[in-house]
């Protein structure tokens, strides 16, 4: 295949518009190049975006890519292990000794890999590569040469596991902040390490993308996504949003005729829509930030439901009072019928609404990760539709019955 002929200072800002754009785009805009190429713009960027990029080509050139570059064996690993995992972003430890190698010999091994590679800790591990031990590269330069490194080594040290989902890692590391961590298999066989800026990196992009995930923006997108790519990642999620606004809609209809006849109440509609799918999304946000910090355990989802009820409860009578009150002023202004008991009918719609706005927002991203989905993922739409019907259906039903 002919490369476009690139100019070496143009790497730079061809890595840099890999790094701001979604997957697809990225692996489209680098197809054209040359596999030399390629490897080395996924050379720029973290082991984690390198494996996610370089699966989007097909099998076998995404083999002659990796083959390019000493990274790629990291890269092509990082494929057996699930997305969103630490074995994603791990890599190739440098510095491997058995325990009982002399510090010596250690320090003469890797006077010359040091150049080439930054290397913060030694890894220590026994003849049947069990993962015994680390230390720390500085501490070599003190010890006596003779001494072995099971002398001087941190014996059982942190490590984590290659199938553990990046939440939970950092979970794991929020306290410790090593610059590297091992990664062992569950044998507690040494498997590679991995650095603490790319686990802190790869979760910060996480958390970013959940507030997008909410409303249906796909992860993967970014500011220089193609506009087509764009559509194609949102467009689905509005078509839903579409179909389930028709279905609060359908709530409005059913009382087509007790709006003609009391007009005042479609003035209310939206707000009592507004504020019940506000409650909703705080308590939406407040269940999701538990989520992510493991703060919702099992058995957990009773008492959180319970508590976000309660709190919408006080919450919906608190701001029903006022709307109460300012039914009452107008219906009495405009002579409607039976003023008071709109003003009472819009106090209870809003006080149940957001209750079970509130009850909602805890309970959609619950069941959401029950289904096996992230339970960020178009959560806002859901919600919204749940908070609409019990809210509108609410607030017309009672007037169809109370007041007419």
């Known amino acids: 295949m002919a490369e476009p002929t690139i100019h070496a200072d143009l790497l730079p800002s061809l890595v840099d518009r890999v790094r701001a754009t979604d997957l697809k785009s990225a692996a489209k805009m680098l197809a054209p190049h040359g596999d030399q190429l390629i490897a080395q713009v996924l050379a720029g960027l973290s082991t984690g975006?390198?494996?996610?990029?370089?699966?989007?080509?097909?099998?076998?050139?995404?083999?002659?890519?990796?083959?390019?570059?000493?990274?790629?064996?990291?890269?092509?690993?990082?494929?057996?292990?699930?997305?969103?995992?630490?074995?994603?972003?791990?890599?190739?430890?440098?510095?491997v000794f058995q325990e009982t190698s002399p510090v010596g010999e250690v320090i003469d091994t890797l006077r010359d890999a040091i150049r080439a590679t930054q290397i913060v800790y030694v890894f220590c591990i026994d003849r049947n590569r069990q993962f015994t031990g680390v230390?720390?590269?500085?501490?070599?330069?003190?010890?006596?040469?003779?001494?072995?490194?099971?002398?001087?080594?941190?014996?059982?040290?942190?490590?984590?596991?290659?199938?553990?989902?990046?939440?939970?890692?950092?979970?794991?590391?929020?306290?410790?902040?090593?610059?590297?961590?091992?990664?062992?298999?569950?044998?507690?066989?040494?498997i590679g390490q991995v650095k603490?800026?790319?686990?802190?990196?790869?979760?910060?992009?996480?958390?970013?993308?959940?507030?997008?995930?909410?409303?249906?923006?796909?992860?993967?997108?970014?500011?220089?996504?193609?506009?087509?790519?764009?559509?194609?990642?949102?467009?689905?999620?509005?078509?839903?949003?579409l179909l389930?606004?028709?279905?609060?809609?359908?709530?409005?209809?059913?009382?087509?005729?007790?709006?003609?006849?009391?007009?005042?109440?479609?003035?209310?509609?939206?707000?009592?829509?507004?504020?019940?799918?506000?409650?909703?999304?705080?308590?939406?946000?407040v269940t999701l930030r538990g989520m992510t910090l493991n703060e919702v355990k099992p058995g957990s989802a009773v008492r959180l439901m319970s508590k976000e009820a309660w709190?919408?409860?006080?919450?919906?009578?608190?701001?029903?009072?006022?709307?109460?009150?300012?039914?009452?002023?107008?219906a009495a202004m405009q002579d409607a019928a039976s003023p008071f008991t709109l003003s009472l009918i819009t106090f209870a719609a809003m006080t149940a609404s957001c209750m079970v706005s509130g009850m909602a927002g805890?309970?959609?991203?619950?069941?959401?990760?029950?289904?096996?989905?992230?339970?960020?993922?178009?959560?806002?739409?859901?919600?919204?539709t749940a908070t609409d019907v019990v809210s509108m259906g609410a607030f017309l039903g009672l007037a169809a019955w109370l007041v007419l």
């Not at 959940?210 to 796909?218: P, S």
């Not at 209809?253 to 829509?273: C, K, N």
């Not at 805890?362 to 919204?384: E, W, Y």
């Open 49 to 95: 975006q390198a494996v996610e990029v370089l699966e989007e080509f097909p099998p076998q050139r995404r083999a002659t890519i990796a083959a390019e570059t000493a990274a790629g064996a990291d890269w092509l690993a990082g494929h057996r292990y699930p997305e969103g995992s630490v074995g994603r972003l791990m890599e190739r430890a440098p510095a």
């Open 135 to 190: 230390v720390a590269f500085r501490e070599l330069l003190y010890s006596d040469r003779g001494a072995e490194l099971r002398d001087i080594m941190v014996q059982s040290p942190f490590r984590l596991r290659p199938e553990m989902q990046l939440p939970e890692a950092m979970r794991e590391v929020v306290t410790r902040h090593y610059p590297v961590y091992p990664v062992c298999s569950a044998a507690g066989q040494l």
């Open 196 to 241: 603490g800026s790319v686990l802190f990196e790869q979760q910060a992009f996480e958390i970013s993308a959940q507030a997008g995930a909410m409303v249906g923006v796909e992860k993967e997108e970014r500011l220089n996504t193609p506009w087509a790519q764009s559509l194609r990642f949102r467009h689905p999620w509005l078509q839903l949003n």
């Open 244 to 285: 389930t606004a028709f279905v609060a809609g359908a709530v409005v209809g059913l009382f087509q005729e007790t709006v003609d006849r009391i007009v005042l109440l479609a003035v209310f509609i939206p707000v009592l829509s507004g504020q019940c799918s506000n409650t909703g999304c705080q308590a939406l946000a």
């Open 311 to 330: 709190l919408g409860f006080l919450n919906g009578a608190l701001t029903g009072v006022v709307a109460g009150v300012v039914m009452y002023v107008l």
């Open 362 to 384: 805890a309970g959609v991203p619950l069941l959401l990760k029950r289904l096996g989905t992230d339970p960020a993922t178009a959560s806002s739409i859901f919600l919204t």
